[in-house]
């Protein structure tokens, strides 16, 4: 099994930056990617990013390509969200997950095994 938990969520105004990160326990050697999900109160979850755990290939949603980045430090066994340009609709809380097991497309949401707990990120105009 995996643990995962998440932090750096807070309070920014549009156009600020907030870094997440998210550390990894457990059976981190059977990991093989790490990805970031977000939910806002009422709607679906929705992907936003992920990382190979490995060779490190990088996934984003279309709604944060060129503002946000995700990266890890397989030693920390630790990733990261830096979210730049911080919009309000990127209000949600954010997620962080894990995939255990091999294949599988990173941008659907039953993709991962793990899940940690969330973190609130909220973005004010």
């Known amino acids: 099994q995996v643990q995962l938990v998440e932090s750096g969520g807070g309070l920014v105004q549009a156009g600020g930056s907030l870094r997440l990160s998210c550390a990894a326990s457990?059976?981190?050697?059977?990991?093989?990617?790490m990805g970031w999900i977000r939910q806002a109160p009422g709607k679906e979850r929705e992907f936003v990013a992920a990382i190979s755990w490995s060779g490190g290939s990088t996934y984003y949603a279309d709604s944060v390509k060129g503002r946000f980045t995700t990266s890890r430090d397989n030693a920390k066994n630790t990733v990261y969200l830096q979210m730049n340009s911080l919009k309000p609709e990127d209000t949600a809380v954010y997620y962080c997950?894990?995939?255990?097991?091999?294949?599988?497309?990173?941008?659907?949401?039953?993709?991962?095994?793990?899940w940690g707990q969330g973190t609130q990120v909220t973005v004010s105009s």
């Open positions: 457990g059976r981190t050697f059977s990991i093989r990617a």
């Open positions: 997950a894990a995939r255990w097991r091999y294949g599988g497309i990173p941008s659907n949401n039953d993709y991962y095994d793990y």
